[in-house]
């Protein structure tokens, strides 16, 4: 379990860092609105405590779980509607997305330095689950007592 605490750590801060950088550089070259300034610097934001989460983790700092677990929770859901998107993510995305009017896709990415937020009346409708953050979720949950004695003594 301490092996997928430290694996856990270090995907956060390597796809935080990645996905903090990426959005930097896409913030500085970018000729952004100011709503899209806003929504860039937000989920800069985002990206960093996805990074500070894992630094949080790999130094076994006291709540640095429960403070991943909302990191990750964040990540999970993505959707659309036809007039809002939101979408947030970093490190490996593996999604499965239904579709209006009715098609399911699967998608891959590694180091996703994913991010979206829209308001549009041409948006489709979608519904998105990353897989790689419930995964995480679900197997640190699984494993708890085994953390709390690493993350308390």
């Given amino acids: 379990m301490y092996n997928f605490i430290k694996i856990?750590?270090?995907?956060?801060?390597?796809?935080?860092?990645?996905?903090?950088?990426y959005s930097s550089a896409?913030?500085?070259?970018?000729?952004?609105s100011r709503e899209g300034e806003v929504a860039c610097f937000i989920f800069m934001i985002l990206y960093a405590?996805?990074?500070?989460?894992g630094i949080a983790l790999l130094n076994e700092i006291p709540h640095a779980l429960m403070f991943t677990y909302v990191m990750?929770?964040?990540?999970?859901?993505?959707f659309s509607t036809s007039v809002l998107r939101l979408e947030f993510n970093s490190?490996?995305?593996?999604s499965l997305s239904i579709l209006e009017p009715w098609k399911i896709i699967w998608e891959f990415e590694f180091l996703a330095a994913k991010c979206s937020f829209a308001f549009s009346n041409s948006l489709p409708a979608q519904l998105s689950i990353n897989l790689v953050p419930l995964f995480i979720i679900l197997k640190l949950y699984r494993s708890r007592f085994q953390i709390m004695?690493?993350?308390?003594g």
């Fill in 8 to 21: 856990t750590a270090w995907y956060q801060i390597v796809g935080g860092l990645f996905s903090l950088i």
């Fill in 26 to 32: 896409f913030f500085i070259e970018s000729d952004l």
């Fill in 49 to 53: 405590l996805v990074f500070f989460a």
């Fill in 72 to 78: 990750q929770g964040l990540q999970i859901i993505g």
């Fill in 91 to 94: 490190g490996v995305l593996l």
């Fill in 149 to 152: 004695r690493f993350t308390n």
